[in-house]
């Protein structure tokens, strides 16, 4: 998807609130993503984190839960 957006490693780092390097490692899987960055990258692309993952060919998002309903 950063790919797609003509984004380079160091936007998203940025975006994320980390360095390039910890990116990178995100990307080639050296390094597993922390659920609150799993989050932010799924706000980011206005996707859900089930298809950042692969576990769905859908990229619209789910819709959000009404407060009162939790």
Known sequence: MREDRDLKQRDMAKVLGCSQVCYS??????SDIPTDVLIKLAQYYNTSVDYLLGLTDEARPYPRKNARNL
């Open 25 to 30: 490692y995100y990307e080639i899987g050296r």
